[in-house]
C-alpha cells in the first residue's frame, strides 16, 4: 500500500511517499527559516503564502525520488490540525483536489497523531506504552493502549516546552528556531552557573508549567544587563534553562509511568530531537527501569513521512479504503486523545 502524506501546519512544507506502512521512499520537507528568522518566530500570514508557492513543488520532488506517479498512490493522507489555520488550508486543500481529481481515498490525520506515531517508521512498539509529545506547540503526556487509543494524562498549563526555547532564545537574540541553537550553547555552558526555577505544580499531576522558568530567564538577563551577575554567560543560561526543561519532562514522564504501572515510553515531537533529553531520559528513565524510543531527529521535528504512517495506520482495518472525503476541514486547535 503507497500512502502519499501531506504536512503544512506550521512552518515545513512537507511531502512523503510511505509503502507499507514504513518502508519509506521519500520524505522531502522544505523549511521556512528564512522567511520567519528575522522576525523571530513563525508569522502566520508569511507562513500560508510560502506554503502556497512550495506545496506542488514538494509533492512532486517526493513522487520523483520515490519513483513513483501519483496513478500509483492508494491512499493520500494529510494533516487536518492542530495547527495555523492558514497553514493547514493549503495542504488540506491540495490533497483535497488532488483525490477528487485523481479519485483517490483521502484521510486527514491529527498532528499529535503523527507525532506519536513517528516512531513506527522505525520498528513496531508494543503497545500499552506512555508518551511524551513535546513541539513547539504542545507539552502533553499521553498512555498509548493501541492505533487510535490515547489517553491523555497531563498538558501544559501554559507555554509549549518548544515554544519556551524559542522564546528563550528570542531573549537571548540567537535566532530561530530556538531548540538547536539553545542546545547548541548549552553544550558550552555550566548548567549551574545558575539555578532555574522547576515548576512541578500540585503533588502527583502529571501537567507542566514553563511560563514562570521563561519569566525567570528574562529576569536573569535583565539583571546581567544591569550589571548583577556579570559572571553569565549565554551558554551558561542556555545551559541552565535547557537542564530544567529537561529535569521536568524526565520527572514528569518517570511519574506517569509509574502512575500507569508502564515501562516503555515514547519521546516525540521537535524537542525529543535534544540531545540532552534524549541522554537524560535514557539514564534515569533507564536507571527506573524504563525502556525509551525516539524517532529519529528529522522525525521528531514536523514531517509528512509521520503524516504517511499515522495514515496508514488509521485505515489498516478499513482496507480496501473508499471515499474522498471531500467534506473535511482544518481545524486549529483539534484534540487528541480523551
Ligand atoms: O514538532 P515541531 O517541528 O513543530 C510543532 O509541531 O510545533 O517542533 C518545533 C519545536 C520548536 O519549538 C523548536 O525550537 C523545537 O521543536 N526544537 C527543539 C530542538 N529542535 C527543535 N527543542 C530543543 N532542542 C532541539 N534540538
Ligand atoms: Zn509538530
Redesign the pocket.
Known sequence: MLVLGIET??D?TAAAILKDGSHLLSSIISDQIIIHSKYGGVVPELAGRSHVESIHQVIEKSLNEAKVTLKQIDLIAVTKGP?LIASLLVGLNTAKALAYALNKPLIGVN?LEG?LLAVFLQETIEFPFIALTV????TELYRVDGFGMYKKLGRTRDD????S??KV?KMLKLGY????V??KMARLGNPSAHRFPRSFLEKGSLDFSFSGLKTSVRNVIAKREHGERPDLSDADISAGFQEAVVDVLTAKLIMACEQEGLDRVVVT???A???A?RERVVSEGGENGLKAWFPK?VF???NAAMIACAGYHKCLDKLPVSGNALDLDASATLKLGL
Open positions: 501546519s506550521c515545513e495547527g498532528h507525532h513541539s513547539g506547540g504542545h509549549a516546552a518548544g515554544e526555547f524559542d532564545a528556531p530556538g531548540g538547536p539553545i542546545e515531537g521537535g524537542v530531537a535534544n540531545g533529553l531527529p521528531c521535528t514536523d
